[in-house]
Nanobody, 128 residues
C-alpha cells in the first residue's frame, strides 16, 4: 500500500522560512512524478512544485509562477523523501500543503486532478 506522510508545517511570520517533508512508503519516489500542492480555504487546490525522476541522477523540477524564486523542491532518493523548501513566505502562502504522487502515468503536470495518491496534508500559516 502506498502512503505519503507530510511533516514540517507550522506558523511563521512573513519573510520567514519552512521546510516541508514527504516520506513515501510502498512507492519509489525516484521512479516517477511527485509534487506539492496547496489549498487555501475557499479556493481550489493548486500546484506548487513538481519533481520528475527516473533515477537519483535524473530529476526535473518545476515550480509555479507564484512561488518561483522563493521555493525549491528536492528529492532525497535514499530516504525516499521529497522536500519543499519555502522562503520569503507571504501571507498568501497560507494553506494546507499536500504531497502527491502520480503513479503509472506519463508526465508531471501541476494539475492536481491527475495525481492519484495523496498525503494527509500539513498546515502552513504565515502571519504578516
Amino acid at each position: 500500500q502506498v502512503q505519503l506522510v507530510e511533516s514540517g508545517g507550522g506558523s511563521v511570520q512573513a519573510g520567514g522560512s519552512l521546510r516541508l517533508s514527504c516520506v513515501a512508503s510502498g512507492y519509489i519516489a525516484s521512479s516517477g512524478c511527485m509534487g506539492w500542492f496547496r489549498q487555501a480555504p475557499g479556493k481550489e487546490r493548486e500546484g506548487v512544485a513538481t519533481i520528475y525522476s527516473r533515477s537519483a541522477d535524473y530529476q526535473i523540477a518545476s515550480l509555479s509562477d507564484a512561488v518561483k524564486g522563493r521555493f525549491t523542491i528536492a528529492l532525497d532518493s535514499p530516504k525516499n523523501t521529497i522536500y519543499l523548501q519555502m522562503g520569503s513566505l507571504k501571507s498568501e502562502d497560507t494553506a494546507m500543503y499536500y504531497c502527491a504522487a502520480r503513479m503509472g502515468l506519463i508526465g508531471c503536470p501541476q494539475d492536481a486532478s491527475s495525481y492519484n495518491v495523496w498525503g494527509q496534508g500539513t498546515q502552513v500559516t504565515v502571519s504578516s
